[in-house]
């Protein structure tokens, strides 16, 4: 059972391949496609991250509707947090982006985005709003119904509850409904319209369900007759899968926040309240809309040829639907809805390819290039039919590469290799090729805006004939290697750039003015290089040597420099920008590589910068015990502050003996719910602070928690936030030592923060802690439970929601001297 299970669950993920290669689906693969093939409808999902969509939706309209299904994610995630590594902010959402489109591959659906960066959170949609710059996260909207035309649009989350929820949950259904309307609205964001047209869905839903309801017993008694019911559970006898099995396998694949999901199998209801519209009658969510061809003037007799061939269609013989498939494929080139005509071209081109057994592909065995650099790429294509194809054409920019047509014999494999220029494009991901705002991410191609990646540069067309029917078709180049244990591997080829800067850390502290070696590489990605490395700093920083010259004979090669950098007397925070200057081109970018084992491997590029921080800071502590979280950096960032720091294995540690050698531990972030060893080892951390130890407990979160016992002392966890950064923080305690020792901490430790102040303050505590701090967000009460110091026995336990995970990898002064007092208050009795 388990090997067929995930032999099937294979089969689904092998489709994705088609991104890789050519390679042809199975005959119960085809029959689905099909089916599919007559279904002229679509479905739009929107809400605001990934892993807020509803997978057993997607996958129900998808795999038993067989309509146009996609997922609108406004944002990327990328202000939420890793549990896979210490990658956040713009590399976070590169990864769930890439979580979203395997969880796709999965469901069936389809992903789009908006431009909208996901800042934190928010606690209300008007903030929100103002932050994403509205008009232009609507205008993304509008283009992107524009362009797909969904008939039905559902809305993850309810528009009418500002304020008790996420800002970004609640501003994403808002905005829904007001997209419904201007979609169809020529007056509407006009400028579209030279390269589409306008749309007007015919229903709008709200996904409802009892926790909107605040529980099941309400959601029972409550008003039903607004509200869309039918069972998702549906069993699919040709995959051997329900759809809730797919739904959870695709909701699996959001790792980056452990949303592992187990499914519930048999009968499960899904509730869609009408927000606009008409409410249907029966639990066919397209009541009264066409999705036949019907709906295309000359669909109709298409319609027929379909059913004709999926009632002919020969599981063992596929080969023999293709004839009529010909048949079909002409007459949907014949149609005047370019719309429709485009998206049933891609669908019965692949359904013909699966028929032949058609294997197409495109490699090179390099894993980039550089713009306008020579590569060889290897070409395959073998027709396993007895079906005759033509290969007519192999075209790369317009122009066939083919000396001259060849017929494809029946399991002959065609090999040919090339030689062609890598075109002046970009293969990164668009939306980081500018810097963004606080809110939106800015996009200098605008018909790449909703895209969930870059397009690849980088393409081949086939064109075969058969049948007197030209057919053509598109594969990408990959990279293709054999590895000695996984075998044939493909990777998305890259366009990079000719050399990359890479500085030792993000951050550089200087204690006290004092100078430092600061070491960067230069890394050659292209061969016979000769640069000129500086170091750019404002003019009372001084820098020695000024500049090297440097040679890079091939690829790969890295080399290291040092400059001794000394600051000026007074406190700043500077930008320290490396640059390369060779030949009158300026190169400032470091690339950077997410190798994840659940996503591709993905490449991006960032600019060659530290923040480099002259601060007047003492440490007392010195070795650190560091326990890891979801993963953060604080590690590195406290050597740079000058601790010596070192992790600590729990499964290694059986008493206090062995942590006598730390002056203090630090618990990473949700350390509590993702290091399950704390289940039992906490009472030796606990025991570690009453013999006299410093244990500081970053920020964990109310769900999931492994233990309750999070503290020796008693400490209740809520989720009460500060989102504003620049909201004022009051001394509650202004001698206590942890505001004075070692460093004097002040209002001004406080400016500079990012995205937040902190997250889940507790909002009840031992007598024996002392609140330190009060925080005000907005117009909200108060919270004091930012920060919690406490003597237990000998020492003391420190919880803070304070984001300083966040603070000091952005090089926050004040963040740093803080973080300095709270590793050194044992040292103050």
């Not at 002046?424 to 790449?448: A, F, I, M, R, T």
Request: net charge neutral; aromatic share 10%; with cysteine.
């Amino acid at each position: 059972m388990c090997r067929r299970f995930w032999l099937i669950f294979l089969c689904l993920v092998i489709t994705n391949l088609y991104s890789q290669n050519q390679s042809p689906q199975n005959a119960i693969e085809i029959y689905r496609d099909l089916q599919a093939l007559n279904v002229l409808g679509t479905v739009m999902y929107i809400a605001a991250h990934p892993d807020d969509e509803n997978t057993r939706l997607i996958s129900y309209f998808s795999n038993k509707i067989h309509a146009q299904t996609y997922y609108l994610a406004l944002t990327r995630g990328d202000g939420g947090q890793n549990l896979l590594g210490s990658d956040l902010k713009e590399a976070l959402g590169i990864i769930r982006t890439q979580e979203l489109l395997k969880a796709r591959s999965i469901d069936g659906g389809q992903q789009r985005f908006t431009r909208a960066v996901d800042f934190g959170y928010s606690k209300s949609p008007e903030e929100t709003l103002s932050i994403w710059n509205k008009d232009s996260v609507l205008s993304d909207m509008v283009w992107t119904i524009r362009k797909i035309k969904p008939d039905i649009i559902i809305n993850r989350f309810d528009h009418r509850t500002a304020g008790t929820t996420h800002g970004h949950h609640t501003a994403s259904a808002m905005l829904s409904l007001e997209a419904f309307d201007m979609a169809a609205d020529p007056s509407k964001f006009s400028n579209q319209l030279l390269q589409t047209e306008v749309w007007q869905p015919q229903r709008l839903f709200f996904n409802t369900s009892w926790w909107f309801y605040g529980s099941r017993d309400a959601f029972k008694k409550a008003d039903k007759s607004n509200l869309m019911t039918f069972d998702i559970g549906e069993y699919y006898p040709q995959l051997g899968l329900s759809n809730s099995e797919i739904a959870s396998l695709s909701r699996s694949q959001h790792k980056s926040q452990a949303f592992g999901n187990t499914p519930r199998r048999g009968k499960q209801m899904e509730y869609l309240e009408i927000i606009k519209g008409g409410l249907p009658q029966t639990n066919n969510i397209f009541e009264d809309i066409n999705t036949s061809w019907s709906r295309i003037k000359g669909g109709k007799a298409i319609n027929n040829l379909v059913n004709d061939i999926i009632s002919d269609f020969d599981f063992s013989r596929p080969y023999r639907s293709v004839p009529k498939l010909i048949e079909a494929h002409t007459k949907i080139q014949e149609l005047n809805n370019e719309h429709w005509k485009q998206i049933k071209t891609q669908e019965i081109n692949d359904i013909i390819i699966s028929c032949l057994g058609l294997y197409i592909e495109s490699v090179t065995e390099q894993a980039y290039a550089n713009t306008n650099e020579t590569i060889k790429v290897k070409t395959e294509i073998v027709n396993r039919s007895p079906i005759d194809v033509q290969l007519l054409k192999i075209k790369t920019k317009g122009k066939n590469l083919l000396p001259a047509p060849v017929y494809l014999d029946n399991n002959q494999a065609l090999y040919n290799t090339f030689s062609i220029q890598v075109p002046d494009s970009k293969s990164l991901p668009y939306w980081l090729n500018k810097p963004s705002n606080k809110g939106l991410y800015q996009v200098e191609n605008k018909s790449l805006i909703g895209l969930p990646t870059t397009p690849n540069p980088l393409q081949f067309e086939y064109v075969i004939r058969i049948d007197g029917q030209n057919i053509k078709l598109e594969s990408e180049v990959f990279y293709k290697y054999n590895d000695p244990v996984d075998g044939e591997v493909f990777e998305e080829f890259e366009i990079l750039p000719q050399i990359s800067i890479l500085p030792s850390n993000q951050v550089v502290i200087f204690k006290n003015a004092e100078h430092k070696n600061i070491s960067v590489q230069v890394q050659s990605f292209t061969d016979d290089f000769e640069g000129e490395l500086n170091l750019g700093l404002p003019e009372d920083w001084m820098v020695s040597p000024t500049k090297y010259d440097f040679h890079f004979r091939s690829k790969g090669e890295i080399k290291s420099f040092n400059f001794q950098v000394s600051p000026p007397k007074k406190n700043q925070k500077v930008s320290a920008n490396f640059t390369v200057n060779s030949n009158q081109v300026e190169y400032s970018k470091q690339i950077k590589i997410l190798d994840y084992n659940h996503i591709p491997k993905q490449y991006f590029v960032q600019d060659a910068k530290s923040a480099f921080v002259n601060i007047n800071v003492n440490n007392k502590s010195s070795l650190i015990g560091y326990i890891k979280g979801a993963g953060d950096k604080i590690p590195q960032n406290l050597e740079n502050l000058g601790f010596r720091v070192k992790t600590i294995d729990l499964n290694t540690i059986y008493s206090t003996d062995e942590l006598q050698s730390y002056d203090a531990i630090v618990l990473g972030i949700r350390a509590y719910n993702t290091e399950e060893q704390l289940i039992t080892k906490n009472e030796i951390l606990f025991d570690y602070v009453k013999e006299g130890g410093t244990l500081l407990t970053q920020y964990t979160t109310t769900y999931g928690l492994l233990t309750d016992k999070i503290s020796p002392l008693t400490l209740n966890l809520s989720r009460k936030r500060v989102t504003n950064e620049e909201a004022k923080v009051n001394f509650l305690e202004p001698e206590h030592p942890v505001l004075n020792y070692p460093n004097t901490i002040t209002s001004a430790d406080f400016k500079g923060w990012v995205q937040e102040r902190g997250l889940y303050f507790p909002d009840d505590w031992s007598n024996s802690l002392t609140p330190i701090l009060e925080i005000q967000d907005y117009s909200e009460e108060p919270t004091k439970g930012s920060l919690l110091v406490g003597k237990y026995g000998k020492g003391f336990y420190i919880y803070t929601g304070l984001s300083l995970f966040r603070q000091l990898p952005a090089g926050v002064p004040g963040a740093f001297r803080l973080m300095s007092n709270l590793l050194s208050i044992q040292t103050d009795e």
